[in-house]
């Protein structure tokens, strides 16, 4: 357990120790684009934060394979090799995408091409679970095709849910978490070990994320951008395929979901950005827009307009990750019946009505024009952020309290 601390805190500290490095770099090459309609932020930041985060990526790697226990067991395969190749691919397409803009389909090619080099060096899948409990195996070509998607999807989820100050970095390492809990868990069971690929790598995607935070959490000073959005997808989906590879026989009793947990846990650490990602796809697909051309009805978006602010959406969507992942890999390691799972899909449609509160309370009339008269304890700063709504409840000019510099008079019409 000292190890994963160890290569985790490696890789925070390179990750944190390289931002304000970056962030003079992005200035220097005019990384900073201006703010869009659709944008959140109100000032150009820069971006390309994802540099310090492959930085902290490879560290918290060479970190881990100097380690007795760890680096004996990722010294068995090409799987630090396969994520340092496949990352600075990932990384150098995020680069210039973040600095010069890219077509979204020589984007694509990228991630394929990154996702390609995982299965190169050997990170597949061999099977798949089956609703009856048992798996699937795949042909080595059919592997090939369904890892790639697995992975170009993660990546793609995790940079669609990528809008607001620290969202994606806190949703992948609550995702990263529960994916180590699992892997811990499941190891211990099948050879009573708790040194493991996957949770090596989750140790060092949460340091990385824990790294990066400090420097992106509202009101941000730089953003991860394309660059660090599409290496967290890439780290997390390798994560997760490198479970699998566990014989479908000797999982089934370890767990009270058997072999399906393999697919119950990526669906439940992926959920959020999941959901954000096909409604994006359906919503862009029935306007005749391209899926990857950019709007405002991401789910954050959608938080904020209903009165949210920044730092609460960020914790409501903090919330709904936890919910679901921690929920499910709970359950399972606890022996809690399957039915039960269930009852996490009420919690989370739950969190869902909770989320609309604020309009309810919007139209309360009175209620609606006392909750600004206190003073907002979680006021979001100018930097970045929705801009502030104009009141509509304004007092007359010239009463205590008023903030008079910012109405301006107009003369009385003339009849």
């Not at 994802?50 to 090409?78: I, P, S, W």
């Amino acid at each position: 357990m000292r190890e994963y601390l160890f290569m985790a805190l490696a890789a925070a500290a390179v990750t944190y120790l390289l931002v304000p490095l970056v962030r003079r770099f992005a200035i220097r090459i005019g990384a900073m684009p201006e703010v869009r309609d659709r944008d959140v932020h109100t000032t150009p930041t820069p971006r390309l934060g994802g540099l310090a985060m492959y930085g902290g990526l490879v560290a918290g790697l060479l970190t881990a394979m100097q380690l007795d226990k760890t680096g004996g067991v990722l010294a068995q395969d090409d799987t630090v090799l396969a994520l340092i190749v496949a990352g600075g691919l990932i990384t150098l397409t995020g680069f210039l995408d973040d600095w010069w803009g890219m077509d979204a389909f020589i984007k694509l090619g990228g991630q394929i091409g990154a996702a390609g080099v995982l299965v190169y060096f050997g990170l597949f899948l061999p099977w798949i679970p089956w609703v009856s409990g048992e798996s699937i195996g795949l042909a080595p070509d059919l592997s090939a095709i369904i890892t790639i998607l697995v992975v170009v999807v993660s990546i793609n989820a995790v940079n669609f849910v990528d809008g607001l100050d620290g969202l994606a970095a806190g949703i992948v390492g609550i995702a990263a978490a529960a994916t180590w809990v699992y892997a811990i868990f499941l190891d211990q069971n099948i050879e009573q070990n708790r040194i493991n690929t996957t949770a090596a790598i989750t140790a060092i995607l949460i340091g990385m994320c824990l790294g990066f935070l400090p420097h992106n959490f509202h009101p941000a000073r730089i953003f991860m951008g394309d660059t660090g959005a599409m290496l967290l997808g890439l780290v997390l989906a390798s994560s997760l395929i490198t479970v699998t590879p566990v014989d479908a026989d000797v999982i089934q009793g370890m767990n009270r979901f058997g072999a399906l947990m393999p697919i119950l846990l990526p669906a439940a650490v992926m959920v959020l950005p999941l959901i954000d990602l096909i409604s994006a796809v359906i919503r862009r697909t029935s306007m005749g827009l391209s899926p990857f051309a950019p709007d405002r009805g991401h789910l954050h978006h959608r938080l904020l307009d209903i009165g949210h602010s920044h730092r609460r959406t960020v914790l409501i969507m903090y919330a709904w990750t936890s919910l679901f992942a921690l929920g499910l890999v709970g359950m399972s390691v606890t022996g809690v019946p399957v039915v039960f799972f269930p009852i996490v899909i009420v919690l989370a449609i739950g969190v869902l009505v909770l989320m609309a509160l604020p309009r309810w309370r919007g139209r309360g009339g009175s209620h609606s024009a006392k909750r600004k008269d206190k003073p907002d304890d979680e006021d979001d700063g100018p930097a970045t952020g929705p801009m502030p709504p104009i009141r509509g409840d304004a007092q007359p000019m010239g009463r205590e309290g008023d903030d008079a510099s910012v109405l301006p008079a107009f003369p009385a019409r003339s009849s």
